[in-house]
């Protein structure tokens, strides 16, 4: 069985291009896949995140077909804004995987 937990995907302006304090050379995807995607997915996303409004990832999730999950105030999900363990995505990922979230 395939998913994908998608956590706090960036918004990529379609029309962005590359700026004074962008490292020369470096790869940036020019477009993001905006059509249903072949398997469940699940997105969660910030209210706060200076990455993606939520609307911009409420619109990725639904061209994507993915189910939204509302992770309220909480800035980008990442390790640098402070997240280490995580239940509530274990949960989630458990849940796609078809598993008891309580069992290791």
Excluded: C, K, N
């Amino acid at each position: 069985m395939h998913s994908a937990l998608l956590v706090a995907p960036p918004y990529l302006d379609p029309d962005w291009i590359l700026g004074p304090d962008d490292r020369p050379g470096e790869h940036f995807p020019r477009f993001v896949h905006r059509e249903r995607l072949p398997l469940r997915t699940i997105v969660v996303a910030s209210r706060t995140d200076p990455w993606a409004t939520y609307e911009q990832s409420a619109t990725y999730a639904s061209d994507w077909g993915a189910e939204l999950v509302d992770a309220g105030d909480a800035g980008h999900l990442d390790t640098a804004a402070g997240y280490g363990p995580w239940p509530a995505g274990e949960r989630l990922l458990a849940d796609l995987l078809g598993r008891d979230p309580r069992v290791r």
